[in-house]
């Protein structure tokens, strides 16, 4: 698919069908993955792949907006490293983007679980202390998001975008 087909197609899938990801296509999303760029290309984000069911329909808990995970074939928990990284956040953003649209590339449905909450500490270290114990992630990463695949089984209806004029500003904000 062209690129640009790719991020036109971009939508948040929270209903998957049954049918399993073959391996090479969720080791291509990881390849992918692995290929985001980093600031001062250090390793400041880790991902743990998940796809037993038990474990998927456990994390759908971590917070009320991943109920979807029950649905979901495969998950994708991206980690951050404060300790190797000041841009750990922005490094794990970037992945989630890369993630998601090779997902769309690959023909799989994507959706988006934040599970950092920047602006609730109680909130955060609850939903990331979740998703931690589960998985057994080190004290000293982070959990910025889960990202649930899967096959679509059903499209999402088509957003209204907010106008490029409203969005875009040339040369300066006014």
Known sequence: MEFNQVVSNRREITSFSNRPIPSEVLDSIVEVAILAP????????????VQE??????????????????????AIVITGRPNISKYWLQDGSISSGYIWLSAVNEGVGCAFGAILNTTDN?????????VRDALTIPKDRRILAIL????????????????????????TFE
């Open 38 to 49: 980093t600031g001062n290309n250090l390793p400041s984000r880790e991902f743990i792949v």
């Open 148 to 171: 649930g695949l899967g096959y679509v089984k059903e499209n999402p209806k088509k957003k209204q975008m907010i106008p490029k004029n409203e969005l875009v500003h040339y040369e």
């Open 122 to 130: 109680e909130e955060s270290e609850q939903r990331e202390g979740y």
């Open 53 to 74: 069911r038990k474990m998927l329909d456990h994390l759908s808990e971590a917070t009320p907006y991943v109920k979807w995970l029950k649905e979901s074939q495969a």
